[in-house]
């Protein structure tokens, strides 16, 4: 009875005082809303999918290119003036760069070094990594036919950085020999990745690049740094730069130049992996490379590849007949590679683009997102010189690939 008689009070009241049971009914929505997002705080950003809790890549800020030069660090991911696939990648850390190759072909040499010229400031370059001797790493680094204009002639080298085997003994090769040579007479130290990865001779596995012992530059193990393989690609140094952002968190950004699967194998069983930040999609974004045994150890938040998108220079072209025939799929960056890459990131970037003629044949370059930069300063960002577009949602991919992975 006595829960009756309040209920009959309080319909009295709200008959008599409308607009403040209006105002407490409000108050109280409110009151429950910010307690929701006080809660939401707490719970702390969502993840979406990606594996172990990760954000499979997130977001990354807009950058802009007057920045980047004040950055704590950047990467720099070159496009190289021609329609061939091909690595130049420049990091920059203060006054200290590191090139690691510097290719594709030997007319890439004043692209390369205009750009360096923006960032290198010195005229010295502390390291160089020659990954493998396959012309479209080592190419710029020579220079022109009979000009001895490369890199390795045109600064002042602190430190090469060279691939322990090779099989090859091309032109190239032995022009890049000749340009190591010049470099060693100017002062450059000169190691193999396996004096680095053993600290002898002088050589070391670890390089601070800052000052403050917070970014290193590293250089990982795989075993054909003293076995033989049967691909030059497998001889590739790779190396892992790692930035400390605070006591509780780094980034890592991994480059393994053009290493294979059975090369990936190794890698993963002789290094401690970390998650990274950062992966330079191995080989141009062919098949034979971003294997699952790497991918799934290391779960890359954002990729960049270094190619010319849909070029049939590694790739047999279709034939008239068959105008449809897979053989396009088998064009950089394949398939199989980015259907891999997609189970862990949609934030997928490509240099450049090959417009083709009729015939398949390559009529001319455009950029695809151009030169790619991410760089930290106060926060993780991307600058493209193009535009920031991830693969995905590209005309070219729409037309010649298949999302087979994640979203957003």
Same mark, same amino acid.
């Given at each position: 009875?006595?829960?009756?008689?309040?209920?009959?009070?309080?319909?009295?009241?709200?008959?008599?005082?409308?607009?403040? *049971?209006?105002?407490?009914?409000?108050?109280?929505?409110?009151?429950?809303?910010?307690?929701?997002?006080?809660?939401?705080?707490?719970?702390?950003?969502?993840?979406?999918?990606?594996?172990?809790?990760?954000?499979?890549?997130?977001?990354?800020?807009?950058?802009?290119?007057?920045?980047?030069?004040?950055?704590?660090?950047?990467?720099?991911?070159?496009?190289?003036?021609?329609? /061939?696939?091909?690595?130049?990648?420049? *990091?920059?850390?203060?006054?200290?760069?590191?090139?690691?190759?510097?290719?594709?072909?030997?007319?890439?040499? !004043?692209?390369?070094?205009?750009?360096?010229?923006?960032?290198?400031?010195?005229? $010295?370059?502390?390291?160089? +990594?020659?990954?493998?001797?396959? !012309?479209?790493?080592?190419?710029?680094?020579?220079?022109?036919?009979?000009? /001895?204009?490369?890199?390795?002639?045109?600064? %002042?080298?602190?430190?090469?950085?060279?691939?322990?085997?090779?099989?090859?003994?091309?032109?190239?090769?032995?022009?890049? +020999?000749?340009?190591?040579?010049?470099?060693? &007479?100017?002062?450059?130290?000169?190691?193999?990745?396996?004096?680095?990865?053993?600290?002898?001779?002088?050589?070391?596995?670890?390089?601070?690049?800052?000052? %403050?012992?917070?970014?290193?530059?590293?250089?990982?193990?795989?075993?054909?740094?003293?076995?033989?393989?049967?691909?030059?690609?497998?001889?590739?140094?790779?190396?892992?730069?790692?930035? !400390?952002? &605070?006591?509780?968190?780094?980034?890592?950004?991994?480059?393994?130049?053009?290493? %294979?699967?059975?090369?990936?194998?190794?890698?993963?069983?002789?290094?401690?992996?970390?998650?990274?930040?950062?992966?330079?999609?191995?080989?141009?974004?062919?098949?034979?490379?971003?294997?699952?045994?790497?991918?799934?150890? *290391?779960?890359?938040?954002?990729?960049?590849?270094?190619?010319?998108?849909?070029?049939? %220079?590694?790739?047999?072209?279709?034939?008239? !007949?068959?105008?449809?025939?897979?053989?396009?799929?088998?064009?950089?960056?394949?398939?199989?590679?980015?259907?891999?890459?997609?189970?862990?990131?949609?934030?997928?970037?490509?240099?450049?683009?090959? *417009?083709?003629?009729?015939?398949?044949?390559?009529? $001319?370059?455009? &950029?695809?997102?151009?030169?790619?930069?991410?760089?930290?300063?106060?926060?993780?960002?991307?600058?493209?010189?193009?535009?920031?577009? +991830?693969?995905?949602?590209?005309?070219?991919?729409?037309?010649?690939?298949?999302?087979?992975?994640?979203?957003?």
């Amino acid at each position: 009875m006595g829960r009756r008689r309040n209920y009959n009070k309080a319909k009295r009241v709200a008959k008599k005082y409308p607009a403040v *049971i209006a105002v407490v009914v409000a108050l109280l929505v409110i009151a429950i809303i910010l307690l929701a997002v006080l809660y939401v705080k707490k719970l702390g950003p969502f993840k979406p999918r990606g594996g172990d809790g990760g954000d499979g890549g997130g977001s990354v800020a807009a950058g802009n290119v007057t920045e980047i030069s004040e950055a704590d660090l950047s990467v720099h991911f070159l496009e190289l003036g021609n329609a /061939n696939a091909g690595d130049c990648t420049l *990091i920059k850390c203060g006054n200290t760069e590191i090139l690691i190759d510097a290719g594709s072909k030997r007319n890439s040499t !004043e692209t390369v070094k205009n750009y360096i010229n923006k960032y290198c400031t010195d005229g $010295k370059i502390e390291y160089i +990594v020659a990954t493998h001797a396959h !012309e479209d790493h080592i190419a710029a680094l020579v220079g022109e036919s009979g000009k /001895n204009n490369g890199v390795l002639y045109s600064y %002042e080298i602190g430190t090469v950085i060279q691939f322990s085997g090779h099989n090859t003994t091309s032109g190239i090769y032995n022009d890049y +020999v000749s340009a190591v040579a010049y470099a060693e &007479s100017q002062g450059a130290y000169v190691f193999t990745a396996s004096q680095c990865w053993n600290n002898a001779d002088g050589a070391q596995r670890t390089y601070y690049i800052d000052g %403050e012992s917070k970014i290193s530059f590293n250089i990982l193990y795989q075993k054909y740094y003293d076995e033989k393989a049967s691909t030059e690609n497998n001889y590739s140094v790779c190396t892992l730069l790692t930035q !400390e952002i &605070s006591a509780e968190e780094k980034y890592s950004y991994l480059f393994t130049g053009d290493l %294979e699967k059975a090369g990936e194998e190794s890698l993963v069983k002789s290094n401690a992996l970390p998650r990274c930040k950062l992966y330079k999609g191995g080989h141009h974004g062919s098949s034979t490379s971003s294997n699952d045994v790497l991918l799934n150890v *290391i779960k890359p938040e954002n990729i960049a590849i270094c190619t010319c998108a849909g070029t049939y %220079e590694y790739a047999k072209k279709p034939s008239a !007949e068959n105008p449809e025939s897979s053989a396009k799929l088998n064009t950089f960056p394949t398939q199989e590679a980015l259907d891999r890459m997609a189970k862990w990131t949609d934030k997928i970037y490509v240099t450049s683009l090959g *417009i083709l003629r009729e015939d398949y044949s390559t009529e $001319k370059q455009v &950029s695809m997102n151009g030169d790619i930069v991410f760089y930290y300063k106060e926060e993780f960002k991307l600058y493209c010189s193009n535009n920031s577009t +991830v693969l995905k949602d590209t005309d070219w991919f729409a037309k010649n690939r298949t999302w087979n992975g994640r979203e957003g």
